[in-house]
């Protein structure tokens, strides 16, 4: 994903194509969106306020934060948590002052996201599958034909299998 995210943070500012190019409130999609102006400038920051940056953080922390909800708990997701959430603040720093195209693409990305997950949970029945897999649990395993003639082939050469 890394060379992905360096390619698209090459091509927003230098794109000819979106030079001059207005969406919604961005008056120029290869520079930052300002929608308001500080009357000072903090570190790491800047001296405005982007809204595509400012909409692509928020819901990237509302991913994350889906996200962390439809894990089962896990020791190292503890560990890994508040990276999960530095990370979006932190690109919050470095998209303010860049291309609002690109804070657009991954806010719209985002979006999207956010609807296939929707639209997959209102599809699929969790305790259908769960009940399911609890039969199949059950059942006998069954070896395939080719199993079959491995293992046939293994006792004629006198393997045993280990014990379990």
Known sequence: ???ILIALFRFFPASIELRQQSFLW???LSSYDSIFN???EIPFYGDHVSLFT???TISTIFYTRLNMSMQAANPQMDQMKW???LMPIMMLGWFNNYASGLSYYYFLA???TFGQNFAFRQLVDDDAIHKKLQEN???PKKKSGFQKRLEDMAKERGYQPPKK
């Open 54 to 56: 400012l909409l692509m």
């Open 1 to 3: 994903q890394m060379p």
């Open 137 to 139: 649990k059950k059942k």
């Open 26 to 28: 961005a008056d120029d």
């Open 83 to 85: 990276m999960m959430y």
């Open 110 to 112: 985002n979006m999207i």
């Open 38 to 40: 500080l009357p000072f």
